[in-house]
């Protein structure tokens, strides 16, 4: 069975391939054998809801298992992911309530 196309919102660099930098540093007196800056590179797409209908407050869903794979409008599958270090796959997961400070309805539909 083919898998139902969901909106998505992409998350990507804006210049270049380095998403973000996460830097792990000493605790204190204690020491981190793994204090260093680590370059976050690639891409990353969240869930959005409600989708097809308006609401006062969204939601941005980023799943412990990430979306592999986004087809944006017009363009074919492109794989998708984000690598830390030196080639190690990463994720990370969490969702977040939005509204607009208007306080209006807003919603995300399917061109």
Do not use: H
């Not at 210049?15 to 540093?25: A, H, R, S, Y």
């Not at 270090?85 to 306080?103: D, H, P, Q």
């Amino acid at each position: 069975a083919a898998e139902e196309e969901k909106i998505g919102d992409l998350f990507e660099p804006t210049i270049g391939t380095e998403f973000t930098t996460i830097v792990l540093k000493n605790n204190g007196t204690e020491e981190c054998g793994l204090a260093a800056k680590f370059p976050v590179k690639g891409k990353t797409v969240a869930e959005v809801k409600p989708e097809g209908s308006e609401a006062i407050s969204g939601e941005l869903a980023f799943p412990v298992t990430p979306i592999a794979e986004v087809k944006k409008e017009g363009s074919p599958a492109e794989k998708v992911g984000l690598e830390i270090g030196f080639g190690n796959k990463a994720s990370f997961s969490g969702k977040f309530e939005t509204k607009l400070v208007s306080g209006e309805k807003f919603g995300a539909f399917k061109t």
